[in-house]
């Protein structure tokens, strides 16, 4: 009962504190976090440059939005739910149609959470690089636990696992449970696309980019959700995840010639009545 209390006080507490507070002091704790984390050593040469990428051409294809149009139709029998925390309906196109435009073979995901992104990068494989293609999902969690079933308490009814089998993409897909940082340590593989979308702190962003470069094949992609350009809003809800700017930005002060591609506004809606995305791509900086 009296941590109960404790709890409940905890809670009122936090309610009455501004929320422009509590952006200060989550931004003091993460750059206290990002200057102690250890100085990765990063090497960009595998990843593609900005002129490599033309995002109005692949958002204007008109050949993968007929695919699209297939694939969604499939995936909306799931009936995925939005505002779980995982990427907006409008992001999980737009992966769909960055991972069908850049046609990967091998993708590493950090971040499966429901496999609301997990789901659409499996459809964009298969239709774009057949049956050799494969995609790698960590999570901390046991997204697939039969006894747990976490993806009932974010609205879903169904499973990662049992979404990818449901529409014949479950031999492509591997399903790891385990740190982002330490599942990297011992991998095996290397992608042509990575997807970061894990626990979007500065000082574990940091080393996910620095291991995501020392698995990347050459001209492969990182993509980065939740990245605020500058640290600034990008919706009319005010939040900010400061988190992946802080990550790239250290990198950059340490000479690591990269940078960051917002993907901006969409042809579509995102969130909140716009078209915004928090989507970025980390380029080779020439």
Avoid at 18 to 40: D, T
Avoid at 138 to 148: A, F, G, K, L, Y
Avoid at 152 to 172: F, N, V, W
């Amino acid at each position: 009962m009296y941590w109960r209390i404790r709890l409940a006080l905890r809670q009122l507490v936090a309610s009455m504190v501004p929320s422009f507070v509590k952006r200060r002091i989550r931004l003091r704790k993460e750059l206290e976090q990002l200057g102690r984390a250890q100085r990765a050593e990063c090497r960009p040469d595998n990843l593609r440059s900005e002129r490599q990428i033309s995002l109005s051409d692949i958002f204007a294809s008109r050949d993968i939005h007929d695919i699209w149009l297939e694939s969604e139709k499939e995936i909306k029998t799931f009936r995925i739910p939005d505002g779980t925390g995982g990427v907006n309906p409008g992001d999980r196109r737009a992966i769909y149609y960055l991972v069908s435009a850049l046609k990967p073979v091998s993708v590493l995901e950090i971040g499966t959470h429901i496999g609301a992104s997990t789901i659409h990068i499996a459809s964009a494989l298969r239709n774009s690089s057949g049956k050799n293609a494969n995609l790698t999902t960590v999570d901390i969690v046991d997204v697939n636990s039969p006894i747990e079933k976490p993806w009932l308490r974010y609205g879903a009814t169904h499973s990662p696992m049992e979404m990818t089998d449901g529409l014949g993409h479950g031999a492509l897909v591997h399903f790891v449970t385990d740190t982002s940082l330490n599942c990297a340590a011992h991998c095996q593989s290397t992608f042509d696309f990575i997807f970061v979308d894990g626990d979007h702190s500065a000082a574990t962003v940091y080393q996910e980019i620095a291991v995501a470069l020392s698995l990347l094949r050459r001209n492969g992609v990182i993509l980065l959700h939740d990245y605020f350009p500058d640290m600034k809003p990008l919706w009319s809800n005010g939040s900010v995840i400061p988190g992946p700017f802080l990550a790239t930005e250290k990198l950059r002060g340490e000479g690591v010639k990269v940078t960051v591609l917002p993907l901006g506004a969409l042809p579509w809606p995102t969130k909140l009545e716009s078209r915004v995305t928090s989507l970025g791509l980390l380029v080779k900086d020439e």
